[in-house]
Each structure stands twice: as C-alpha cells, then as structure tokens.
Nanobody, 132 residues
Framework: EVQLQASGGGLVQAGGSLRLSCLIS????????IGWFRQAPGKEREGVSC????????YYIESVKGRFTFSRDSAENTIDLQMDSLSAEDTAVYYC?????????????????????????WGKGTLVTVSS
C-alpha cells in the first residue's frame, strides 16, 4: 500500500521560510509523478509543484516561482518543499500526492499539477499559516 505523510508545517511570519517534507512508502512502479498541492479555505485545491521521475524537472505554478524549491531524495524516498519569502496568500493545508506511471508519454510535472491526470494517493496534510 502506498502511503504518504507530509510534515513541517507551522506558523511563520510574512517574509519567513518553512521547509515541508513528505515520506513515501509502498511504491512499486519504476516511475511516478509526485507533487505538492495546497488548499486554502474557500478555494479550490491547486498544484504547487510537481515532478515526474521521467523528466526529473520540477514544474512550479507562477505564483511560487523563485520562492519555492522542490527537491527529491530517491534514496530516502522523500520529497521536500523549501518555501521562502512567504506571504499570507501561501496560507493553506499542504498535501503531497503520487500517481504511479506505466508507459506514459506525459513526462512533464505540469500535467499532474494542473489536474489533467488525478493523483492516486494522498498524504495527510500539514498546515502552513503565514501571519502578517
């Protein structure tokens, strides 16, 4: 069974930084898409940063470019999201999620962050609150 657990959320002042981590277990496919999603109250869930093991190049939504950095440690089966220059608009519950890939031609993380293909496994979210 694939399981994911996000951690690292908390309360931070505007302009500050946080680093989120996600531990993944139970993956059996050689390739997969994995990413960070967030949902604020009253808003739709949005993909923040996603990557596939095929392209190995992170996709970021425009609002976080230059501020957030996605990284993956394949040996430890973890992903991180370094978040800098945080603002109140970043306040949300953050989730990590995975879709196992089999002979796909959709290599870019964009397709998964944008919701063209659903993620199959979701972790429990971690709350990020940015105060001003």
């Amino acid at each position: 069974e694939v399981q994911l657990q996000a951690s690292g959320g908390g309360l931070v002042q505007a302009g500050g930084s946080l680093r989120l981590s996600c531990l993944i277990s139970g993956l059996t496919s050689d390739d997969y898409a994995i990413g960070w999603f967030r949902q604020a109250p009253g808003k739709e869930r949005e993909g923040v940063s996603c990557i596939t093991t095929i392209s190995n190049t992170p996709y970021y939504i425009e609002s976080v470019k230059g501020r957030f950095t996605f990284s993956r440690d394949s040996a430890e089966n973890t992903i991180d999201l370094q978040m800098d220059s945080l603002s109140a608009e970043d306040t949300a519950v953050y989730y990590c999620a995975v879709r196992e890939l089999v002979k796909t031609t959709y290599y870019s993380g964009y397709y998964y962050c944008a919701g063209y293909f659903d993620m199959n496994y979701w972790g429990k979210g971690t709350l990020v609150t940015v105060s001003s």
